[in-house]
């Protein structure tokens, strides 16, 4: 997308907005802290669920007790989630596939079309009930902190469902006839000029000029 533009000053500008595909790299590489997620078909025990479960199992119990744990309950995910939830907190992920991918922790059946064939469970996200404890400086978890969490995962769901169908961005700003003054910024996960964080970083006269309103009331930004 590219917006050319004046601001009040009288200063032409041109304001280009590109997928941002280094960080859908990177944040594979990072991903994690202080969550872990395996993904991949419970029904089928791919291995991405599977060794997300194990790594889990390991970082508690240590590399025996895993190995034990996982021959007497014969790879059935399910059944590992639950004897592991003392210690974790867990939320199913589903994928929807018709056309284009989308993730939840909430089922997709019953709000997407054709989602009883095009949609199931495909793994899990969870975060330690140690972290949690020392995050909020508590001893135990409330129902109502335990919904807090299933919310922040959720949301973590949701970024990893814009990066993994590159709904990231970044801009360049340049200004005509002055190679000094412009800028460039990368990483807004979304679409959404402002939750994205987008309009934060623009320079106010850039933002409060009529070419990039009319844009952002138009509400997306795209390619």
Excluded at 38 to 45: A, D, F, N, V
Excluded at 132 to 149: D, F, G, L, Q, Y
Aim: aromatic share 14%; hydrophobic share 35%.
């Amino acid at each position: 997308m590219e917006i050319k533009g004046t601001t009040k000053n009288g200063a032409n500008f041109t304001l280009r907005i590109e997928r941002d595909n280094d960080y859908v790299t990177e944040y594979f590489h990072e991903f994690g802290e202080p969550f872990a997620i395996g993904l991949g078909k419970y029904e089928t025990s791919t291995p991405t669920a599977f060794d997300g479960m194990y790594r889990l199992a390991m970082s508690v119990y240590g590399e025996d007790k895993a190995d034990d744990m996982f021959s007497r309950y014969n790879n059935d995910l399910l059944m590992l989630e639950k004897k592991l939830s003392d210690k974790f907190l867990f939320q199913p992920v589903f994928m929807y596939n018709h056309g284009d991918i989308a993730l939840d922790t909430v089922s997709f059946i019953g709000r997407a079309v054709h989602a009883d064939w095009d949609s199931c469970r495909i793994g899990f996200i969870a975060v330690s009930k140690e972290h949690i404890r020392e995050t909020e400086n508590v001893k135990n978890i409330s129902p109502k902190m335990r919904k807090k969490w299933y919310d922040i995962m959720r949301d973590e769901i949701k970024t990893l469902n814009n990066i993994i169908n590159y709904n990231v961005w970044g801009y360049t700003l340049e200004y005509e006839g002055d190679t000094d003054k412009g800028d460039s910024c990368w990483g807004f996960i979304g679409d959404d000029w402002t939750s994205s964080g987008l309009t934060d970083n623009l320079p106010a006269e850039v933002l409060e000029s009529e070419a990039v309103l009319k844009a952002v009331e138009e509400d997306r930004y795209s390619v």
